[in-house]
């Protein structure tokens, strides 16, 4: 079974501050792939990152940042001089190959920038 | 590129009534999943339809049901509504050929159950 722990319910920092996320996920399969979403207070979903289990290189795009380590079966995301615009609930989710476009969703972590 | 669309955005139903939720995915997309999003449960996978298949379904009863059209517009419906079924419903497409497509989520239908 696929299981994705994110252990942090609520993070508040203040603006210019650095902050990072915490993904650990449980899979059997060996090739799996790995998201990130941003779900702003209007609700919808936003795709941040996609990885893949055969790529373990680290990802920088902007202020986002993404740390994928198969030995500790983390895929962490980290916010560089946060912004009060970064204020969200973030979800890691998780997928296997096979077929189907099913994600399997941690339970999210709200993340407050307080100016 | 549009985005996906969902209508209804905000329903208030009662106890007892049954509800269709519609999705148009972005133009290409074949594939098209739905999602419950719930306080207590978070996000859940209800089920995923390709080229008008259901290609997977989740741990749902038999109340929820989907449809995809040959344009790839898919509606959900859940019949005899309970309070439980309260919860924000989000659609995502993807391209789906390969199975492992990067899902793109639409704003979602907010139902309340009454």
């Known amino acids: 079974a696929q299981k994705v722990t994110q252990a942090q319910t609520e993070i508040s920092v203040v603006e210019k501050e650095d902050v990072t996320l915490d993904c650990v996920y449980e899979?059997?399969?060996?090739?799996?792939?790995l998201f990130w979403y941003k779900q702003p207070p209007s609700g919808e979903l936003v795709f941040l990152i996609r990885?893949?289990?055969?790529?373990?290189q680290n990802e920088i795009s902007g202020r986002y940042s993404w740390n994928f380590q198969k030995s500790t079966s983390s895929f962490n995301f980290t916010i560089t001089a946060s912004q009060v615009v970064d204020s969200a609930v973030y979800f890691c989710?998780?997928?296997?190959?096979?077929?189907?476009?099913?994600?399997?969703f941690g339970k999210g972590t709200k993340l407050t920038v307080n100016p | 590129k549009a985005g996906v669309t969902q209508t209804p955005r905000y329903l208030i139903k009662t106890r007892g009534q049954q509800v269709t939720l519609s999705c148009s995915p972005i133009?290409?997309?074949?594939?098209v999943s739905w999602y419950q999003q719930t306080p207590g449960q978070g996000l859940q996978f209800l089920f995923e339809?390709?080229?008008?298949?259901?290609?997977n379904k989740g741990n749902f009863p038999g109340r929820f049901s989907g449809r995809q059209f040959s344009n790839s517009r898919s509606e959900m419906n859940v019949s005899t509504l309970e309070l439980g079924d309260s919860a924000l419903y989000l659609c995502?497409?993807?391209?789906?050929?390969?199975?492992?497509?990067?899902?793109?989520f639409g704003p979602g239908t907010r139902l309340l159950v009454l």
């Open positions: 995502a497409s993807s391209a789906g050929t390969s199975g492992t497509e990067t899902q793109y």
């Open positions: 899979t059997r399969d060996t090739t799996y792939y």
């Open positions: 990885r893949n289990s055969f790529d373990e």
């Open positions: 989710a998780l997928s296997h190959q096979g077929g189907s476009e099913k994600l399997v």
């Open positions: 133009s290409g997309h074949r594939s």
């Open positions: 339809y390709f080229s008008e298949t259901q290609r």
